[in-house]
């Protein structure tokens, strides 16, 4: 079941003017700066409340990023939404008629297995599941 916004995730050109940017906005610094190869993109993380806001930098070409910036611009990429067991939610949304991108959940920045639903089933809106890797 879905708990919480985890986090909004934000397309950017520039991580670190972005960083500056969004220091200026919320009054507060990012917390965390991690690379998530496997997605091609440098990810920034700030903390409102109990909500976070991720900035997504591509770091190639062919990131969906990257892609995502060519068409749309800079803005916001996805909504994010905490769940206690991936699995279990994404076989669920599978049985109630969305579209998964992720048929198995991968490893994803911030210490989360992740899984992105297709914005065709969510009326337009990019989709990610999370849930907290066990900590070992």
Do not use: W
């Amino acid at each position: 079941m879905i708990k919480k916004i985890e986090h909004i995730g934000i397309a950017v050109k520039n991580l670190e003017s972005s960083n500056d940017l969004f220091k200026k906005l919320f009054g507060a610094a990012h917390y965390k700066v991690e690379a998530v190869e496997s997605e091609g993109v440098s990810t920034s993380f700030f903390m409102l409340g109990e909500t976070k806001i991720e900035l997504l930098q591509a770091t190639n070409e062919s990131s969906s990023i990257a892609k995502f910036i060519d068409k749309k611009g800079e803005g916001i990429h996805h909504i994010a939404y905490a769940v206690d067991n991936i699995k279990e939610e994404m076989e669920r949304l599978r049985g109630e008629g969305f579209d998964l991108i992720h048929t198995e959940p991968k490893d994803g920045a911030d210490n989360k297995r992740i899984c992105f639903l297709h914005p065709k089933s969510t009326n337009g809106v990019l989709v990610e599941l999370c849930e907290e890797k066990t900590k070992l």
